[in-house]
């Protein structure tokens, strides 16, 4: 019933359709943010969590309330999740 259902112009048709709806934009919008999404569980997926990194002496840092890594105290965003640091407390070593 459903044989040759993805054959190569009933793709470029639905993709002419989606363009017609969408719109050139949102369309590509819409791929970056599929890609996107796809990239972040992959990585979640195939790499372990790994624990916050230890504070380096003498440093203050900000611990990231989204992923719990520790960053500069002057940080504005965490370097690894790019949460903004807004409410992460600040611990100096020692």
Same mark, same amino acid.
């Given at each position: 019933m459903f044989e040759g259902l993805l054959q190569p112009t009933h793709l470029v048709l639905i $993709? $002419?359709?989606? $363009?017609?709806?969408?719109?050139?934009?949102?369309?590509?919008?819409?791929?970056?943010?599929?890609?996107?999404?796809?990239?972040?569980?992959?990585?979640?997926?195939?790499? &372990?969590?790994? &624990? &916050?990194r230890a504070l380096t002496a003498g440093d203050g840092s900000r611990f990231c309330t989204q992923c719990g890594a520790d960053n500069s105290a002057r940080d504005r965003f965490c370097s690894q999740c790019g949460a903004a640091m807004n409410g992460g407390e600040i611990r100096s070593a020692g």
């Open positions: $993709l $002419l359709i989606g $363009l017609i709806v969408l719109g050139p934009g949102k369309l590509g919008d819409l791929g970056g943010q599929l890609g996107r999404g796809i990239r972040e569980f992959k990585q979640n997926v195939d790499s &372990p969590a790994t &624990p &916050p």
